[in-house]
């Protein structure tokens, strides 16, 4: 009995090295990168949902360091989440055969786990249990990614890119597994926003691009190494607007650069004539000044000769026709 109960002893602490629990982390829009421990063929995360969203999958990729892949994994289990599956394949949707939380059809350092049925809302926390196939090195690194489920396809959140006066790039992290990325981009300048400009790689070129209804009239133009988007009407200065992106394969570890770039061009200087800042001189501002004009408001005052009359009009008149 002795020995028996000696061996179980050795046993437990073997399995306790083996797997590693660490401190609950929140995960934002963009993912979040994990350092693990060395030595352990499985650990376990406590994730809170950070991206404000509700979340139907979570993304797991482990590598070492930047020049090589990690070990595989081989099962994701989400202890709090009812019917959680692998996506064996990897095409974003559970299909026959999908039907447990082992990875099956090949290894893999980069594994998806759908919440068949559920999803994850805001601020809840799970914890998920993550096997490898090998125990993990010194430099090994863990990416975590949610994504939420629109149109029949699992789009992963990135973080927002943000413009301010002067500094019209950005570049947004792209993390692996999913062909479907969601950002947002965010106007913190003085300038309306005319034009998107993303840079393409050949290699994996973008095939989809989503904007919101109110942007359904801005015009896509791809050109040989960057797609241009005229945006219709333009952003206005401290907005945003959802940009949704649709690559014809996946991202992955590490063959492909893992920031997206994204230029904006700032459009002239605001034309005096657009009285409602919308970034477009039309039949609104018109109609906007003729209101302003009757009731002998001062900003209809447009040659600012203290007085209000027909030069006005026909001042605010010449400047709206030269703004269109």
Not at 145 to 163: E, P, Q, R, T, V
Request: glycine content about 8%.
């Amino acid at each position: 009995m002795t020995r028996t109960t000696t061996s179980l002893l050795a046993a437990s602490i073997l399995a306790a090295t083996a797997c590693s629990s660490l401190a609950q982390t929140g995960v934002p829009r963009g993912g979040k990168e994990i350092t693990v421990g060395s030595g352990s063929g499985q650990f376990q995360l406590n994730l809170r949902n950070d991206t404000g969203l509700w979340v139907e999958d979570i993304t797991i990729a482990v590598y070492n360091g930047y020049s090589q892949f990690g070990p595989n994994v081989t099962t994701i289990d989400v202890t709090d989440i009812n019917g959680d599956k692998v996506d064996d394949n990897g095409n974003g949707s559970l299909e026959q055969g999908e039907n447990d939380t082992r990875k099956d059809g090949g290894a893999s350092n980069v594994v998806k786990s759908i919440f068949d049925g559920d999803s994850l809302r805001p601020g809840r926390i799970i914890t998920v249990n993550v096997e490898l196939d090998r125990r993990t090195s010194s430099n090994t690194r863990v990416m975590v990614k949610f994504s939420n489920f629109s149109n029949g396809k699992h789009w992963d959140l990135l973080a927002s890119a943000d413009f301010s006066d002067g500094n019209y790039e950005c570049f947004i992290p792209v993390l692996p597994g999913a062909p479907q990325v969601e950002t947002v981009i965010n106007n913190g300048s003085n300038d309306f926003v005319y034009d998107l400009v993303i840079p393409v790689n050949p290699q994996n070129p973008i095939i989809d691009i989503r904007l919101p209804e109110d942007y359904w009239n801005s015009i896509v133009f791809p050109e040989q190494d960057a797609i241009i988007i005229q945006l219709d009407p333009p952003l206005p200065p401290f907005n945003a607007l959802d940009l949704d992106l649709e690559y014809s394969q996946p991202f992955y570890l590490p063959q492909d650069s893992f920031d997206q770039p994204i230029f904006v061009l700032p459009g002239p200087p605001p034309c005096r004539a657009d009285l409602n800042e919308d970034g477009v001189v039309d039949t609104r501002d018109y109609i906007e000044f003729l209101n302003l004009f009757n009731m002998r408001d001062p900003e209809a005052d447009w040659n600012n000769d203290g007085q209000i009359n027909t030069l006005d009009f026909l001042a605010f008149q010449n400047e709206w026709a030269d703004c269109r």
